[in-house]
């Protein structure tokens, strides 16, 4: 098992905590986003992930190399290969969907729209200042913090869902991350902050943090 990443990349974060969970071995690759006009755009790169983003996963232990990208697809893949260790997503079809839906609300509206490349196209193409970057990042990650913070407070005990561990918590602990580089009050989100805390005493999220990756500057 390969995983292409980068270390404050907050797909790669969240696919590292997923493997840490299943306690799977796997191989670290870094890919550097900036260094060399971005190495995630170099033609090797490219044929391992045509989007041109980290994550990649490649797991070798099959017949042939199975290739995958984006990190949720990647997650999911992984709970349904090795489920006898540490389930991110349950059984009921209506407690997954539930589970997905804060994911999504991290992954997909929040993430996307404040991550490196738009930050950098946000500067180049738009002359934004680098405090016009960060004011950009912080407004869309509070907005996605309130509407998680309201979505679990029916939920939420040790982890976003109750006393286990799921793909929710896997995505909130990277965008936390980030938060925090944003300069996000994390006192608006009590919820939040106490799954946060919860998580990052185990030890996969430890070893997944990003200052921990080979990579980490």
Known sequence: ??????????????????????????????????????????????????????????????????????????IEYLDERFPEKCKLLPEHKLDRARVRTVAYDLACDAQPIQNLRVL?????????????????????????????????????????????VSLADAVLVPQYYNAVRFDVDMHKYPLIQRVVDNCNKLDAFKAAAPEAQPDAQ
Not at 126 to 135: D, F, G, P, R, Y
């Open 120 to 164: 950098q196209y946000l500067e180049k193409n738009l002359n934004a200042q680098q405090s016009e970057k960060a004011q950009w990042a912080k407004h869309w990650i509070e907005q996605a913090f309130a509407t998680v913070e309201r979505r679990i407070q029916n939920t939420a005990a040790d982890f976003c869902f109750g006393f286990n």
């Open 1 to 74: 098992m390969k995983l292409y990443g980068y270390w404050r990349s907050s797909a790669s974060y969240r696919v590292r905590i997923a493997l840490n969970l299943k306690e799977i071995d796997y191989e670290y690759i870094p890919v550097h986003l900036v260094k060399d006009g971005g190495q995630q755009h170099s033609d090797d790169y490219k044929l391992l992930n045509p989007g041109e983003l980290v994550p990649t996963l490649v797991d070798s232990e099959n017949e042939y190399d199975i290739i995958l990208n984006q990190s949720l697809a990647i």
